[in-house]
């Protein structure tokens, strides 16, 4: 926020509560953030109320304490970035934790009685959202010091009626709050973004999952009006109508705390659902079939453990690092990379020509995650025989098809990128043109791209989705020349410090704003 254009009083009110929501955001009470600032509690609540006048200094300390920028001079602009390309990258980098398992294992956290406590949690803008969500009603959410673990308790009663509708419409992951809360009310609302339709592909399939289990949803005016009538049946067999990985955990969430046997069928196995099935069972779920397209769910009606779970490293992410480091003709190590869930995008990087090497397996630490370190080599790639597309575990990643479309702009030929799944998405890989790939648009579904491309700097605005908006990025690493990329926001939804990252393993990227 500006200071400078608000009476005192006012101004002294904004950073007043500016502290408080950044407090409750960090988890933290008033007398552990005096601690941090060597003051009283009394001084923090003062503070809080806009009573107590803040010199600069002061305000940095508020700010070094809560990790977060209260105030700044001038009017704030969006993100963006300058990035030198045309250099090779060196070393190694660490995959960091999966952002889709975190939020689901968020969600899932209302389901437990007891302490839950989550380590190794991306920090990113999706699970600060999902925070907000939960923190509002009623749910305790504390980071350890360090910023990675963190710890959960669900009262007995939930404030359903403060939910912060805004944090809620921010993110497509509300949808997760259907499972668990059908166990929690016989009627409740949750606000949604209003671009989602019940008639869409994207949430139809939750109705037809969640229907078994008594829920009914009706969508009006931005809310979910939900209405639960207990079936009394003992055992319930779902057929998904698509494997997808949100429906499963939805289906997931509901069959925990559902007492007798659920079937599900078409189950998605992908990494977020093994996350959020090896959870469950720590809470004493039964549930049969990990890996696999058929779970066998036998859920208890109360679920109260203090159990400690460890998230598994994100294969999106290593697919992200390993692109970087093939674009640029770099030798790098991406250590942590999660195989499982790599093999077919390695075994198609192979077929193209790409030299790597692989370290013995290793388990991650929830203790069933395969583990490797991907090493790779400066390689002359050449166009796949046949297409590139995606599909369920154990296929190629949905959220990795974007970055072969990069990848093939450095290969000799013709490669076809089909994106089957998603309305658009592929549109957005032709803004790689900009940077001097020749990549031809056939329909919103497929792309077709001739290399090797002589990549060239550009001044592109960031597309409206995750994956293309990295890959432009990628791309810009490898063009010779400084390149600006506007409006990076997105980028955070889904990275954890993603452009200090590749700047420790070489690459030149200012962070700057209007």
Not at 157 to 185: C, K, Q, V, Y
Request: net charge negative; with cysteine.
């Amino acid at each position: 926020m500006t200071v400078t254009e608000l009476p005192p009083d006012t101004a002294m009110r904004r950073i007043g509560a500016l502290v408080r929501d950044a407090r409750r955001h960090r988890g933290l009470t008033q007398q552990q953030l005096a601690d941090r600032l060597g003051t009283s509690q009394s001084a923090v609540a003062r503070i809080e109320q806009g009573n107590q006048n803040l010199t600069l200094e002061l305000l940095g300390r508020l700010s070094a304490a809560l990790e977060s920028e209260l105030i700044s001079v001038g009017p704030a602009g969006p993100t963006h970035l300058s990035v030198t390309g045309g250099r090779p990258l060196s070393g190694s980098v660490a995959v960091k934790s999966s952002k889709n398992a975190a939020v689901a294992l968020l969600c899932a956290a209302l389901l437990n009685r007891g302490r839950t406590t989550l380590r190794n949690v991306a920090r990113i803008v999706e699970v600060d959202r999902i925070l907000d969500v939960l923190r509002s009603i009623g749910v305790s959410a504390t980071w350890d010091e360090d910023g990675h673990d963190l710890t959960l308790v669900v009262p007995d009663e939930l404030d359903l009626a403060g939910i912060d509708a805004d944090a809620a419409r921010r993110t497509r992951s509300i949808i997760m709050f259907l499972g668990p809360l059908l166990h929690r009310a016989p009627v409740f609302e949750l606000p949604y973004a209003g671009g989602c339709d019940l008639g869409t592909r994207t949430v139809q399939p939750h109705m037809i999952a969640l229907r078994p289990f008594g829920l009914e949803v009706e969508a009006r005016a931005g809310e979910y009006h939900a209405t639960v009538t207990p079936t009394g049946a003992r055992s319930r067999t779902i057929v998904l109508t698509e494997r997808g990985d949100t429906v499963t955990e939805n289906a997931l969430l509901a069959a925990a705390r559902t007492e007798g046997t659920t079937t599900i069928r078409n189950a998605s196995s992908n990494y977020m659902v093994q996350d959020l099935v090896l959870y469950l069972q720590l809470l004493g779920v039964g549930i049969e079939g990990l890996g696999t397209t058929t779970l066998v769910v036998t859920g208890r009606p109360v679920l109260d453990a203090d159990v400690d779970y460890t998230i598994s490293e994100d294969p999106v992410e290593a697919m992200s690092l390993l692109t970087a480091g093939i674009v640029t003709g770099s030798e790098l190590t991406v250590r942590r990379a999660p195989v499982e869930f790599l093999e077919i995008e390695l075994a198609v990087l192979a077929e193209m020509g790409l030299r790597y090497e692989l370290s013995p397996e290793y388990l991650a630490d929830n203790g069933h995650t395969r583990l490797a370190d991907i090493t790779i080599h400066p390689s002359r790639l050449r166009a796949p025989i046949d297409k590139i597309h995606p599909m369920p575990f154990p296929g190629l990643n949905i959220d990795n098809l974007p970055f072969f479309a990069v990848i093939a702009a450095q290969a000799e030929g013709s490669t076809l990128i089909h994106d089957w799944v998603y309305d658009n998405r592929a549109i957005h890989l032709s803004d790689l043109t900009r940077l001097g790939a020749d990549i031809r648009l056939l329909d919103p579904h497929r792309v077709l791209v001739d290399g090797p491309t002589r990549w060239s700097s550009a001044e592109v605005v960031c597309p409206p989705a995750l994956r293309p908006a990295v890959c432009i990025l990628l791309a810009m690493l490898a063009a010779k020349g400084t390149s600006v990329l506007r409006n990076v926001d997105i980028i955070a939804r889904g990275y954890e410090h993603l452009y200090e990252r590749l700047v420790e393993i070489g690459a030149s990227i200012e962070v700057f704003h209007d």
